[in-house]
């Protein structure tokens, strides 16, 4: 079963920054959190992860809060492309990686 | 371009019949995963293989369904006596082993059974 819970859907609008929360209150020490998006009709496409500290690419950020219970994904300058479902996972290093239904992302125009 | 090919995209089929999923990793990918989806839910975990050693199953994984990697490059799901329940996308991943441990996904075979 997935260890995290996430909103069913968002909207944002086109330009704004989109926040997406992930709540893994269970979370291990050794666990690490990880971003994965699936857009319509494609295969997931990894984002970003991290374990304790927060982590920027050129995709997005990931904030951790520092009991490491929660995390959030920010897309600084959401674009109608970033429509998507966006999927939280934690996973111990090595493990499968454990899909729930995941935050269905809408990018307004 | 993930690298992770996946062959058919589509496949519509009648009950009763078998059906066969192919995946091609690039060659640094040693470990695969197969995942099954459905509509409106996030990917579920069937197998997972290192090199052409499959390391896990998933109990979802019935009898009817068989995955294979023989030489550790290219794997194939074969699915008989096809169920209007096996409806799905099925998607094939991919990672090398000492990197940062992201999948790379394949655009999946969506399954259809009449």
């Keep these: 079963d997935a260890k995290t819970t996430q909103p069913t859907s968002m909207d944002c609008a086109e330009g704004r920054a989109a926040n997406l929360p992930c709540n893994h209150s269970t979370i291990s020490g050794n666990e690490y959190v990880y971003w994965y998006r699936q857009i319509h009709s494609q295969g997931p496409q990894y984002i970003i992860h991290g374990l304790k500290n927060n982590e920027t690419n050129e995709m997005a950020s990931l904030i951790i809060t520092e009991d490491r219970k929660s995390s959030t994904l920010i897309l600084p300058h959401a674009t109608l492309r970033d429509t998507a479902v966006y999927y939280c996972i934690v996973r111990v290093w090595g493990q499968n990686f454990v899909f729930g239904p995941g935050t269905r992302l809408s990018v307004l125009p | ?114």
Excluded at chain 2, 79 to 86: F, L, P, S, Y
Excluded at chain 2, 103 to 114: A, D, H, I
């Design chain 2, 1 to 114: 371009d993930t690298g992770v090919s996946q062959d058919p995209r589509h496949k519509i089929t009648k009950r009763g019949q078998n059906v066969t999923f192919r995946c091609d990793p690039i060659s640094e990918h040693n470990r695969l995963y197969w995942y099954r989806q459905t509509l409106g839910q996030g990917p579920e975990f069937l197998t997972y293989f290192q090199n052409e050693a499959q390391l896990e199953k998933s109990r979802l994984l019935s009898d009817r369904f068989s995955a294979e990697r023989p030489k550790g490059s290219f794997s194939t799901l074969e699915i008989q006596r096809t169920e209007q329940g096996d409806s799905a996308m099925y998607l094939c991943a991919a990672r090398g082993g000492a990197n940062t441990g992201e999948l790379f996904f394949g655009e999946g075979s969506r399954l259809t059974v009449l």
